[in-house]
């Protein structure tokens, strides 16, 4: 879930997306990783708010500097992530 303003605001994903993944997550165990990629309020949201978010500061994706590498550096580590929690989960 790339979790962001807009992804809150949206009435589509809110009613019909989300509500399916959390099913899924909940029936099926399967893993739901919101991914901050702007500052938002998505602790404030009662679905969202028991679930480890990335990056695990809470720190949005686009407050990392591109110039320097560090916002591609932020990506490696949330994909590496993703990477570790697929592996322990088989």
């Known amino acids: 879930m790339l979790v962001s303003p807009d992804y809150l ?3 589509f ?5 989300q509500p399916i993944l959390l099913q899924r997550r909940e029936e099926m165990k399967s893993r ?3 991914i901050l990629v702007r500052p938002c309020l998505w602790q404030s949201e009662p679905a969202l708010a028991d679930i480890q978010a990335l990056p695990r500061d809470d720190q949005a994706i686009i407050t990392f500097p591109k110039e320097n590498g560090a916002r591609d550096q932020i990506w490696k580590a949330i994909a590496q992530e993703i990477e570790r929690r697929a592996k322990e989960k088989r």
């Open 13 to 17: 994903i809110q009613e019909k997306e």
């Open 32 to 34: 739901v990783i919101p």
């Open 9 to 11: 605001a949206s009435r």
